[in-house]
């Protein structure tokens, strides 16, 4: 009796089919593992463990997706879905789609170590212009018989045991019956929403490759974490690198080599480093580094970081590399800068790469993160613990959601304090990170401070303020504290945000942020015109300690006194380089600007045509920039290797 009614549930089949798959999903992440065992040999078996555990939130994911349309057709609440036609019509639709997603994970099976990566979306274009496709997938059968044989075993298994419960008879229909369908109609596309996003706070992106990083510690294993179909549907529309060859090796590496090498044999300083990342904080804001706006008038809105200005270093020419929060901690943290699409969600994501963290950990470092956001947002955690950040503090370590803002996280000034107390009981020497949340859409300020701060013309002005009193009570607090004088503090944003000031309402100006080196044990101090980028913090900073070891990273060291370094950034897939004064912009196939930004801060005069051979050494510097960027990412060439 009880087999019966809960055979006449169309939502009971539905649960019952959806754990069946999670089941399967489970088994085939067991034989990629078992197949590629070799691969994941250095691994625990607690280790095994996790990644099998977290790959169920992908495997939801992915799930939802391919189901997503069979869902809907289950769920409407109508009385022609219980019509014989139609359900077969579904059976059949749900058995179809399911087994290509089987297949798509079953190919990786044998096509993994070849990639050493999950298929992504790529895969299309890249067999898209062979002429012999059918004799290509002949081979790979015969050659992977028992693995064909397998997955008919497979599908066959599934077909049989998806149907062990069926949609036997349709209920009665009243307005009680279309009501009840209707409500669970919606409650299942609320489901739907948080399991393809991974959640449903505010402050969550949708889950995407990088967020395997979680539960590894290394870039590799996260392949076992994710499975295929995710891995195709999340990459369908990222963009593919291509190689380039403007310049033989040799010349490539003289016009802009991406690997640092000593040149010093200063022994190596272990200060304690600090980043401090502040959220939209262009450099618009900040009065101490425009003073000559408004004619010498303009005073800003953050008082204690213009006192910080006088000490520190930092340059008249300071750009992030990106527009996003996201781009920020790979350029910051890593020296690797978003191109085209922030590089946590590209296809490169599981690269092996370096960080400032990973080197300075290998040294005896602690190292740490802070973000007072709900844990996981905007994918940190997975990029910090892939950058090799050991330990993560955030809105779960605070543990007080009174002081949560409703929105993004805990207001910055009792976590700046939290952490300033935290660090206080790090070991030293340490390397620590610190992302803000207040200075954030929809730009609030806590009741007991409203009225406290300037308005000024822009809603984020107010928060701003806000932040940079959390930032002036930190270094109180912390200038009492012992590691004090032994930490090099570094300040920038994650990226710039609207404008009004005119001379911010320029490519250069949407780009514009401060970055201050501040290190209250010494004389790093004094403003330069050099170009800075958030990418040459890493080489910076690994320069100012005498960092005695080979490393990679794309950007440059601020303290040395070349001129021919460069800054980069790019929005929508043109490129904006800055060189000597100069400012390019190119669509990746042409110049379409060139602008002398010591002249034409406005940017109202186009050069292009009247310095050809201004542009003729930029463009230089933009294919050297390219073809080390896109041919490392292809070929996961991210870290220093002695040759």
């Known amino acids: 009796m009880n087999q019966k009614r809960y055979s006449q549930s169309i939502y009971i089949v539905l649960i019952y089919q959806f754990a069946l798959l999670l089941i399967l999903y489970a088994l085939c992440r067991l034989g990629f593992f078992l197949v590629n065992k070799s691969l994941f040999k250095h691994l625990t078996t607690s280790e095994i463990g996790t990644t099998f555990l977290g790959g169920i939130k992908f495997d939801i994911v992915a799930l939802l997706y391919i189901n997503s349309l069979y869902i809907v057709l289950q769920a409407l609440p109508f009385p022609f879905k219980y019509r014989s036609g139609y359900q077969n019509a579904a059976k059949w639709l749900f058995i179809i789609t399911n087994s290509v997603g089987f297949l798509a994970n ?21 067999f898209s212009h062979e002429q012999n496709k059918m004799k290509l997938t002949a081979d790979f059968l015969l050659e992977y018989w028992h693995l064909l044989l397998i997955f008919v075993l497979f599908i066959w298994a599934f077909a049989k045991l998806s149907q062990l419960i069926k949609v036997v008879n349709k209920p009665t229909y009243t307005w009680k019956t279309y009501t009840i369908q209707t409500a669970a109609l919606l409650l299942i596309a609320f489901l739907f929403i948080g399991g393809v996003r991974g959640g449903w706070r505010h402050s969550t992106r949708p889950i995407t490759l990088s967020n395997a990083g979680d539960y590894v ?41 991406p690997v640092h090498l000593p040149k010093d044999t200063t022994s190596f300083k272990k200060l304690n480093v600090v980043f401090l990342i502040i959220e939209s904080l262009g450099k618009e804001h900040i009065g101490a580094l425009n003073r000559d706006q408004l004619d010498g008038k303009y005073k800003g809105f953050t008082p204690f970081i213009d006192s910080l200005v006088e000490q520190s270093f930092t340059s008249t020419h300071t750009y992030a590399n990106g527009r996003k929060s996201i781009d920020a901690l790979p350029s910051v943290i890593s020296s690797i800068p978003s191109i085209k699409e922030p590089f946590v969600l590209s296809q490169y994501s599981s690269n092996n790469t370096t960080s400032i963290a990973k080197l300075l950990g290998d040294e005896g470092y602690y190292t740490a993160f802070f973000h007072g956001a709900p844990n996981g947002s905007m994918g940190f955690s997975a990029y910090t613990n892939l950058a090799g950040i050991k330990h993560y503090y955030g809105k779960t370590e605070y543990n007080n959601d009174a ?4 929105i993004w996280g805990i207001w910055d000034d009792p976590f700046m304090r939290y952490m300033a107390k935290t660090i206080n009981t790090f070991p030293q020497p340490f390397f620590s990170a610190f992302f803000s949340v207040s200075s954030h859409h929809p730009f609030k300020v806590p009741q007991q401070y409203q009225g406290k701060f300037p308005k000024g013309n822009l809603p984020i002005q107010e928060p701003l303020g806000y932040t940079d009193m959390a930032i002036r009570n930190f270094f109180n607090a912390a200038k009492k504290m012992p590691w004090y004088k032994n930490t090099l503090f570094v300040l920038c944003a994650d990226h710039a945000t609207v404008s009004y000031l005119p001379d911010y309402q320029t490519t250069a100006g949407y780009f514009s942020i401060p970055i201050l080196f501040y290190f209250p044990g010494g004389d790093l101090k004094g403003k330069t015109d050099k170009i800075i980028q958030q990418i040459d913090i890493m080489p910076t900073v690994l320069s100012f300690l005498h960092y005695p070891k080979p490393y990679f ?18 929005n929508d897939g043109t490129f904006n380089l800055y060189l000597g004064g100069y400012l390019l912009t190119n669509d990746g196939q042409k110049s379409l600007s060139l602008f002398n930004l010591k002249q034409d801060r406005r940017n109202l005069r186009n050069l292009i045509n009247e310095q050809p051979q201004v542009k003729t050494r930029l463009e230089e510097k933009l294919k050297a920039f390219e073809q080390q960027y896109n041919n490392r990412m292809i070929n996961n060439q991210l870290t220093y290797k002695k040759h």
Do not use: W
């Open 553 to 570: 990273a794309f950007g440059f060291n601020a303290l040395e006194h070349n001129v021919d370094n460069f800054a980069m950034n790019n």
């Open 217 to 257: 510690k290394a870039p590799g294993d996260m392949s076992l974490v994710l499975n295929t179909p995710f891995s195709i549907m999340k990459t369908l529309g990222s963009s593919k690198l291509k190689p380039l060859h403007y310049f033989d090796e040799a010349k490539l590496k003289q016009i802009y080599n």
């Open 403 to 406: 002081d949560f803002d409703g």
């Open 106 to 126: 079953f190919i990786d099976f044998a096509y993994y170590k070849f990639t050493l990566k999950r298929t992504t979306g790529s895969v299309f274009s890249q």
